[in-house]
């Protein structure tokens, strides 16, 4: 009896995974988690890019004002 218990019971489970797997590969689900997947790649771009742009600009303005190429633009 246990054991007929035990395999009822297994055989839920893997239906029960089994359906949540089916029902993920749902095209509403699959277009979901790209769109979701497209859009955090674009916001870690966006950061990235935010990021290296900052640093490029502090690098210029110490590069600018260690070797006064500031001065020569306001003389000339």
Do not use: C
């Amino acid at each position: 009896m246990i054991r007929r218990m035990f395999y009822v019971s297994l055989g839920a489970f893997l239906a029960f995974w089994v359906m949540r797997r089916l029902q993920a590969l749902h095209p509403d689900h699959v277009a979901r988690r790209t769109a979701d997947g497209a859009a955090g790649m674009l916001r870690q771009v966006r950061d990235f890019t935010h990021d290296a742009l900052g640093e490029a600009a502090e690098r210029e303005t110490e590069l600018r004002a260690r070797f006064g190429l500031d001065k020569a633009e306001n003389a000339g």
